[in-house]
């Protein structure tokens, strides 16, 4: 549900959203490595590191032969392993990718298997649990949050446990898209996406109870003329990038991510909400070509209709990334369908005005909105862009968001 909390400041769109869903789907394979693409060159803002590899990306690994084990930024539990495998500083300075993959290979196992069709929808069915009596014996609506074409959203105490929650409430029509949106939610539990709890059915209403965020979502706090620092502009893309990092690996899509569907809290916390167009692949279909989303925010190769996967959520975080800097989304001022149009026929978007931005904030604009999928990093990729280095401490963007929403 698009601006689950508080008011939507594109009301045009988020009041009918214009989202698209079409049923067809196909396979495709395909990919390229994204650092086989030069950097930007080096600015008097640009900051000069080395090469970070494909891995521990939250600690930032790169190759470093004056260290004692051949890297910078390896977790301690890493370093303390490497020193007792027999591994010595050559091997890391000869095949430094490979030595990485082999100690988390030890410490994490193997990556998930991609799911078949059949045990994707065995996991969605047992995730779903849906209640049946009246949920307003121990819900207490306090006040309404938000509204969209599914339901309305609002604050909410479980007298069960006292915890403040948020609970959508839907209509019995709605039944399919909530059970998939549940399904999805609860089947993907991480620190940066919003906790899914319960399900109820009553009197021709579903009641979804949620994780309430005290901040409501982002969009909230942008718009032009709001002056976000790039410290803040980072720690929120990485906060919201491992929420989209955690889903990719699981092989799944969320396909709607924007400022709206991300929510913030007064502590300083980042997560992904709204899973109504979340899709999980699977072995049989690996891609998906279905036109679903919210026009704006949507990839060049999902407009079109050409088999994609996560990457199309990587393309609506590049835009959210400019939304952070410029308040709005490219082609917000034109009409859904022109603005479909020129996604697919215009270069890549950019921020307004590129010199008011460091080169790295540039380059991880480019690099999420490569036109060319290929070219286009990935969540993990984005997760290892020096960009993503600059993140402010959680408590700093904290104080942000109080003093924009105020006390």
Known sequence: MNAIYGKAKRASLLNNPFKFKQNSESSRSGESDFFNQPPPAPSRDSIQIGIPYNLVHQNHVGADQRSSTGFTGLPDKWKMLLSVSGISKHDTSMYPQEVLDVLQFHIEGLPPKIPTNKSLQK??????NIGKFNPANVIVREKKLGEGAEGAVYLCKDTRSGATVAVKVSPLSEIDNVKNEVAMQSL?????????????????????????????????????????KEPWMAYVLREALQGLEYMHARHRIHRDIKSDNILIDRKGQVKLADFGFAVGLTAERSKRNSVVGTP??????LIRGIAYDGKVDVWSMGITAIELADGEPPFIADDPLRALLLITVKNSSTVKKPSKWSSTFNHFIKKSL???????????QLLMHPF??????????????????GK
């Open 188 to 228: 993907t539990k991480h620190k940066n996406i919003v906790s899914y709890m319960e399900t109820f059915i009553h009197d021709k209403e579903i009641w979804t109870l949620l994780e309430y965020m005290s901040g409501g979502c982002l969009t909230d706090i942008l718009g032009q003329g709001v002056v976000w």
């Open 296 to 301: 704006y925010w949507m990839a060049p190769e």
């Open 388 to 405: 993503i280095q600059t993140a402010c401490k959680r408590s700093e963007f904290a104080i942000h968001v109080v003093n924009m929403l």
């Open 370 to 380: 490569a036109k060319e999928v290929s070219l286009r990093a990935d969540s993990s």
């Open 123 to 128: 996991d969605m069915l047992k995730a779903v």
